[in-house]
């Protein structure tokens, strides 16, 4: 099938004014401002905990919006147009977007960190637009071309999943470990998916939501446990029971962000084992640092995605090592989006696709 062109394409945009606020705009085309860049039609976007995040209370952290931004960045689409320096893609490529674009030159990005980067300008996130938008302008370097067997929709997962991937890097796993994952929303049932994948013979999903164990043990988990109201310390004891680890797992991955979730990680790992962070909540908590310490656990953060996490990702979609299609409960229509944003802030879905504007469905 041909690419669209661009004069065909609109560029109606889904825009957060403030808190609880969103309205459709038609924005300006973008046009290619490297010879090194490609435009692309947005075919699916997926809604992120951020987006829902900006959405009711308008700012995450320091990051505030204070003039109108479109959301999104969890997205697909086809290639329309690329700079003449461009020989990675051509028109009509489906591809992933990754949506954070770092400077290229300052320290992090030279050691390969570029997650780090102190000028990443990242899609959705004051003061950059995002990608429910009907075109969107893109280095041609960051845009990752679709095997034929993986779908756009699928294309759109694969930002979360890269997210995944970061995280499991981090906590280095290997054949025959044993990882318990906190939290089983999407971007926790994609490390339980990407740690199983690494070859981790026992995968425990924790929740106190027993629905979400239950998609849990169906998708990747080889163990789910419902976290109960009593002390992190029992909590983790009856993880340990449950997969017959008295002396604790090889890694934990908080994809929380909860406290008792987090103090409960530190009491279920074992000596020497890894802990890795890569949920996020209220920027201080209480820790429990004495486990720290006389486990001597290596701890690490885990922020976005860098050098070759978005390829693996879509490697692990394209062999069916992880099937991002499970977590789409439903895709809609660009028009439904506010209806969408809804659902997700409710809890009513794990994955919900919008349709580009320009995309039928």
């Not at 992933?96 to 050691?111: L, N, V």
């Not at 906190?182 to 999903?205: E, N, Q, R, T, W």
């Amino acid at each position: 099938m041909a690419a669209p062109k661009k004069d065909d394409l609109s560029n109606l945009s889904f825009i957060l004014n403030k808190p609880n606020e969103v309205t459709f705009s038609d924005r300006p085309k973008p046009t290619l401002s490297s010879p090194h860049d490609v435009l692309v039609a947005v075919n699916y976007t997926g809604i992120c905990g951020s987006d829902i995040h900006y959405y009711l209370h308008g700012a995450i952290g320091h990051f505030v919006v204070k003039d109108p931004m479109v959301l999104g960045h969890e997205s697909s689409g086809t290639v329309i147009e690329a700079g003449e320096g461009v020989s990675s893609l051509k028109v009509g490529d489906r591809v992933a977007i990754e949506p954070g674009y770092p400077c290229r030159r300052c320290h992090d990005c030279r050691a390969g960190q570029y997650n780090l980067c102190p000028e990443m300008a990242f899609a959705a996130t004051p003061p950059y637009d995002g990608t429910l938008t009907g075109i969107w302008s893109a280095p041609a370097d960051f845009c990752y071309k679709l095997p034929d067997n993986v779908s756009l929709q699928e294309g759109a997962l694969i930002e979360p999943l890269a997210v995944a991937v970061h995280i499991v890097k981090q906590a280095i796993i290997t054949p025959g470990q044993s990882v318990v994952v906190m939290g089983a929303g999407p971007v926790g049932l994609l490390c339980a998916a990407v740690a199983k994948a690494y070859g981790a013979s026992k995968v425990v999903s924790v929740d106190i939501v027993q629905s979400k164990l239950d998609f849990a043990k169906d998708f990747a988990a080889t163990h789910t446990y419902s976290s109960q109201r009593v002390s992190p310390e029992e909590n983790a004891k009856n993880i340990l029971e449950l997969v017959g680890l008295p002396r604790g797992v090889d890694a934990v991955i908080d994809a929380s962000g909860a406290e008792p979730s987090i103090q409960t990680s530190l009491h279920t790992v074992r000596m020497g084992g890894t802990y890795v962070q890569g949920g996020m909540g209220k920027p201080d908590i209480n820790f429990p640092i004495m486990a720290l310490c006389l486990k001597e656990v290596t701890a690490k953060g885990s922020f976005r995605y860098g050098a070759g996490d978005y390829q693996l990702a879509v490697e692990l979609v394209a062999t069916g090592k992880v099937d991002v299609k499970k977590l789409v409960t439903a895709t809609v229509a660009f028009e439904k989006a506010e209806e969408a944003f809804k659902k997700v802030k409710e809890g009513e879905a794990i994955k919900v696709l919008i349709a580009g504007p320009n995309e039928k469905i």
